[in-house]
């Protein structure tokens, strides 16, 4: 299950290691179509990479800190910095390759 992220608990659960953070909304159609993916790849990775997500409606400050402009879009991100950017809908496999590269 992927972590919901908050402004409360964001730098703890990506401060160390891999994390992969999706900005999304509940209105979003593709967000609907990434979201069962992001969940897939939480199962998948466990242990290995944190998977979050987050409710760009919930936590406006955290999608302006990172210019999240439109979504769904995804940030990876290595010991709390993010490494790479991806907008709009992203397939598993291509998902898993960026992460995989990270670990």
Do not use: H, R, Y
């Not at 998948?44 to 409606?57: C, F, P, R, T, Y």
């Not at 800190?65 to 769904?72: A, E, H, L, R, T």
């Amino acid at each position: 299950m992927a972590v919901a992220l908050t402004k409360d608990n964001f730098n703890k659960s990506i401060e160390s290691g891999v994390s992969l953070v999706d900005f999304w909304a509940p209105w979003c159609g593709p967000c609907k179509m990434q979201l069962p993916i992001v969940e897939e790849l939480s199962t998948e990775l466990q242990g290995q990479a944190v998977i979050g997500k987050i409710n760009v409606d919930e936590e406006p400050e955290l999608a302006s800190q990172f210019g999240v402009m439109s979504i769904p879009t995804l940030i990876l991100f290595k010991d709390g910095q993010p490494v790479d950017k991806m907008v709009g809908l992203q397939s598993k496999d291509a998902l898993k390759t960026k992460i995989s590269g990270q670990l």
